[in-house]
């Protein structure tokens, strides 16, 4: 499997102005390694402990996201060294990211995420909630944290329509809270839809299998 190839197919794939994050999940540092070399900078994992394991193998200019759900209690692994939490799910979460960052005397930037699925999903704020908190934090409610977006999840369907209604859904909640305070980053699309999502207005997407192949998880975590 040549990455390198993969990697620039999905360059290629990306208007300049949109931030690609690469999942490296349940990948080894090898591969990471390999994307690295090829100019890639920022990388998304969605656990803090194969985070926390992979951080020190890696080169210190990596901008490590953390995309995945996250529990309150493991904030404190990652505060001192991660670029940016895309996965904020709830006010406690946010609280306590600001309550760490302020420990190591940073400011940790986090995308809101909102649910936009159709479908069932565990994680995501309400929009109205997604709001609230960002007037809260407007207002300096977490003088650590840098809100500097939002992110969401498509329902996983064969349906582009669908796919597209919720992508618009959050692009147009962007643009409001956009107008209220300067924002960068709207965090949408992943290897399966990531075109789509930036045709509706994503400035970052977030691929995994596209660049890395797929996922075995039947030796648990590679490292
Ligand atoms: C795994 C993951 C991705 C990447 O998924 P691919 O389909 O492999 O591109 C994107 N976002 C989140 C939140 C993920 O957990």
């Known amino acids: 499997m040549a990455l390198k190839a993969n990697y620039d197919e999905v360059l290629s794939q990306l208007p300049p102005q949109v931030q690609l994050v690469a999942v490296s999940k349940t990948h080894p540092v090898e591969k990471i390694k390999t994307i690295y070399d090829c100019g890639q900078r920022i990388f998304g994992e969605n656990k803090v402990q194969e985070l926390v394991e992979k951080y020190p193998l890696l080169p210190k200019d990596i901008q490590w996201h953390l995309i995945g759900h996250l529990q309150t209690n493991k904030v404190k692994y990652i505060a001192e ?43 995501g704020l309400e929009s109205s909630v997604a709001e609230t908190l960002f007037h809260q934090w407007l207002e300096g409610a977490f003088p650590h944290v840098v809100v500097t977006g939002l992110m969401g999840m498509a329902t996983f369907t064969d349906d582009r329509e669908q796919i597209r209604r919720e992508f618009c859904f959050l692009k147009s909640l ?13 965090s949408m699309g992943m290897s399966g839809d990531f075109p789509l999502a930036v045709d509706c207005g994503a400035n970052s997407v977030r691929v995994g299998s596209a660049i890395f192949g797929d996922r075995s998880y039947s030796n648990g975590v590679p490292l």
């Open 81 to 123: 060294f991660v670029d940016t939490i895309q996965s904020v799910d709830s006010e406690k979460l946010l609280r306590e990211i600001d309550k760490q960052a302020a420990r190591y005397g940073r400011k940790i930037k986090v995308l809101l995420q909102v649910k936009i699925a159709e479908e069932d999903t565990k994680f």
């Open 174 to 186: 962007y643009d409001r809270l956009a107008l209220q305070h300067p924002l960068q980053t709207l």
